[in-house]
């Protein structure tokens, strides 16, 4: 309960961080450094993972997670246009 519960924060923060820079709010090289050293391992944990795909986040970060994990994205759902 508590890994989920601290898996949701994690994730909420990150989902932020990743429209902030995808609207031009943040530098999207900064971005794409900081996720790929602090998402990407928290990614390699399946319950974490699987949240961060089925919990409402909005498609291109659920697209961008499966990427940092390696998986295809027409393998899980749809990219959103």
Same mark, same amino acid.
């Given at each position: 309960?508590?890994? %989920?519960? /601290?898996?949701f924060? $994690?994730?909420?923060?990150?989902?932020?961080?990743?429209?902030? =820079?995808?609207?031009?709010?943040?530098?999207?090289?900064?971005?794409? %450094?900081? /996720?790929?050293?602090? $998402?990407?391992?928290?990614?390699?944990?399946?319950?974490?993972? =699987?949240?961060?795909?089925?919990?409402?986040?909005?498609?291109a970060?659920?697209e961008?997670?499966?990427? $940092?994990?390696?998986?295809?994205?027409?393998?899980?759902?749809?990219?959103?246009?």
């Open positions: 309960m508590r890994k %989920a519960y /601290m898996a924060v $994690l994730l909420n923060n990150f989902n932020a961080f990743y429209q902030g =820079a995808k609207h031009k709010l943040l530098d999207k090289t900064y971005e794409q %450094a900081t /996720m790929h050293e602090l $998402l990407a391992p928290l990614l390699k944990d399946d319950d974490i993972y =699987a949240l961060s795909q089925n919990r409402g986040y909005h498609p970060f659920r961008f997670c499966r990427t $940092l994990r390696g998986r295809p994205s027409d393998a899980v759902m749809q990219q959103d246009t």
